[in-house]
């Protein structure tokens, strides 16, 4: 069994969410809904609850095989928890997979994990990706060890399939 | 290729439109999203719009491998438009494969297919799947012959998995 984490905050993107979620259950993962407190009804954008299930200070990221992270403006708010923030860099240096959609970036930049890897995201986003010392890649997904990321919900089958065959690795 | 038209309508689930949607795209269908008419932002029942490619009553059911109907109150606007109506009618009697979750059995009720099939749905449309002389199911997916059907957001693995399955056969 393959267990991940995905990660959740208001004002995420539904479908940078629920796409990835359903996937990864069709593909036989056990998921952990993580926020940064434990049984909060989060809001997407459009008012599309999701409740977390665990609080990220909580866990340790090595606990997981993968971490996902959605986009949308949630990211923004991830990365002003530790906890949320030190889940994704344990996990990366656990060698534990993470794939970041959109704006998503932004929690793997405050988690100090881009310095010279080969990503992608939301072009909003491109010089602070840059910044964090990552090369941009203007493509569907780009996958670098341990790092894959998409630009937008556009990009979510080339996103679900590489995370899928990564994980059969 | 495999094709597949995707219903839409206003008042449609996100989640049962958006997962399928992206999975089926993952798998390498080529997919229409087709409403009563073309070129419409219909509307999810959180303010998420989909915007039609094509009018059902342009096309004829038996194009598509797969016809893929998503619930919400979406059904109830659907089963009013007999191009509509007439694409699922015609794509089931053309051994095209039909897959329904949650409210979608209306559609299908509409279409005339389900006498005598096993199907699931919502709890709530149960009574007019029975009436409409099917066979109730209270399993995450039924399979029929041609028809295959789920209850909930929750069965999407299931329906997702037992969709992609049947197009490869």
């Given at each position: 069994m393959r267990t991940g984490a995905i990660l959740i905050e208001d004002l995420y993107n539904e479908l940078e969410f629920w796409v990835p979620y359903y996937r990864l259950l069709e593909a036989g993962v056990e998921l952990t809904i993580v926020g940064?407190?434990?049984?909060i009804a989060y809001q997407s954008k459009h008012g599309i609850p999701v409740t977390s299930?665990?609080?990220?200070?909580?866990?340790?990221?090595?606990?997981?095989?993968l971490v996902v992270i959605p986009g949308g403006y949630a990211p923004d708010r991830m990365r002003r928890d530790t906890g949320m923030v030190n889940l994704v860099r344990d996990a990366y240096h656990g060698g534990k997979l993470i794939a970041f959609i959109c704006h998503a970036g932004w929690l793997a930049i405050s988690a100090g994990i881009l310095q010279g890897k080969k990503v992608t995201g939301f072009f909003a986003i491109k010089d602070d990706l840059v910044n964090a010392g990552a090369e941009y890649l203007d493509q569907p997904v780009v996958r670098d060890g341990n790092l894959i990321s998409s630009r937008t919900p556009d990009d979510l089958p080339d996103f679900c399939r590489t995370i899928v065959s990564a994980l059969d690795e």
């Open positions: 940064p407190k434990a049984g299930q665990a609080a990220a200070r909580d866990l340790n990221g090595t606990e997981f095989d």
